[in-house]
């Protein structure tokens, strides 16, 4: 990734190569669209995001004041926080060495919700809770699909893990996450995948107010669901990240369309291998990830699909294979190999935009608004990155 002084490049012609791109146009829509749905579902949107990483990426989700969000990493609370998000939920289980940290971040007046699916868990939040003098809410993670951690909505534990939450002040709710949603290639299987998501965490928050317990967050989403979802009764709030800037994995699933990829990685020509049918690029896994999620599905896109630097996509030009620091692109389908000379730079489309957001210090702005006129785009900004854990 480049470590170039980003910041004053005036088009994509000038930082070294590679570095990550977002068209802002694309990005803003891809918000607007899921702002809509959840107005229409009457539900909070809570974006995640660990995605982008960047306070400027975030100021989009909200009119360009604070508003809830959620992180994945303390780093992220932290940087989020101090820029006037104060109603932040870490959706990562949380562990006694990290309860400090968190603390410090309600004395400050965050709402900090922390996750948990264990009586252990809740042990250790409220005794440091007592200890602190504070309250630390918690939500209890429900497993609505057998992906990672969390309960089943009618796991016979969850009432007393609720309970030791209730008796100092921790209990705020329930939360749950469609993991399995990015396996599901119809349009069907999304929404029953959604349906499936709201009706375990609605299920598990009327089981604890059966049982006398206050039940404020009932929590759902992943980008899948939040795009096919219709019905969202007895939900508080929907989250997701990946949608700000879409990916080939999102494509692949239908939740998307090619054109609402925002995020891109500029790479340049370095050489050619003609006898195997290769251009070679001085953008490797470091650039792009390791990520190979098309691979599951019946469109495998590679490492990603090649675009000109204005963003047009190549046909049959795919991103092949990939090592640190180089990477192959070939045609596919029995497709000529474009004329690329040395030096000819090209923007890669992604396979999961978070991974490979996660590469890079920052990101390069366009406005694929303004047309592919001039040679290379025009860069409106420089947005970086939340570092840290």
Request: proline share 6%; hydrophobic share 45%.
């Amino acid at each position: 990734m480049s470590t170039a002084a980003s910041p004053t490049a005036r088009t994509l012609a000038g930082p070294d190569t590679p570095f990550a791109v977002v068209d802002v146009h694309r990005a803003r829509r891809n918000i607007a669209r899921l702002r809509a749905r959840a107005d229409r579902l009457g539900v909070v949107l809570r974006p995640h995001v660990k995605t982008a990483k960047s306070l400027d990426a975030a100021a989009l989700l909200h009119d360009g004041g604070p508003g809830p969000v959620t992180v994945s990493t303390l780093a992220e609370a932290e940087a989020f926080a101090d820029a006037g998000h104060h109603d932040i939920t870490y959706a990562v289980g949380i562990e006694p060495h990290k309860l400090p940290r968190v603390v410090a971040l309600v004395r400050r007046g965050v709402t900090l919700r922390v996750l948990l699916d264990s009586t252990e868990q809740a042990a250790f939040v409220t005794a440091a809770a007592r200890e602190a003098g504070v309250a630390l809410p918690a939500l209890i993670e429900i497993d609505c699909d057998g992906h990672r951690g969390g309960l089943r909505p009618d796991a016979p534990g969850l009432p007393g893990i609720a309970r030791v939450l209730h008796d100092a002040g921790c209990l705020d709710g329930v939360l749950t996450h469609a993991g399995e949603s990015y396996f599901c290639h119809t349009a069907e299987e999304r929404r029953e995948a959604a349906r499936n998501e709201r009706d375990a965490a609605v299920a598990a928050a009327e089981r604890l107010r059966a049982a006398g317990l206050p039940v404020s967050t009932v929590s759902v989403g992943s980008t899948p669901t939040a795009h096919a979802t219709d019905d969202l009764t007895g939900v508080t709030e929907l989250r997701a990240g990946n949608y700000v800037f879409f990916d080939l994995v999102m494509a692949g699933l239908g939740v998307c369309d090619l054109a609402d990829l925002a995020l891109s990685v500029v790479v340049t020509v370095i050489g050619h291998r003609p006898e195997y049918g290769w251009i070679v690029t001085d953008g490797g896994w470091m650039a792009m990830s390791r990520d190979r999620g098309t691979a599951a599905q019946p469109q495998d896109q590679g490492y990603g699909l090649v675009a000109d630097l204005n963003g047009t996509l190549i046909p049959d030009l795919v991103m092949t294979a990939a090592s640190q620091e180089h990477g192959t692109l070939a045609a596919r389908n029995g497709a000529a190999l474009p004329e690329l000379p040395i030096g000819t730079r090209l923007r890669v489309l992604p396979n999961h935009a978070c991974a490979t957001a996660a590469q890079h210090h920052g990101y390069h702005v366009v406005d694929g608004s303004r047309g592919t006129a001039a040679p290379a785009p025009a860069v409106e900004a420089y947005w970086p990155r939340v570092t840290g854990w």
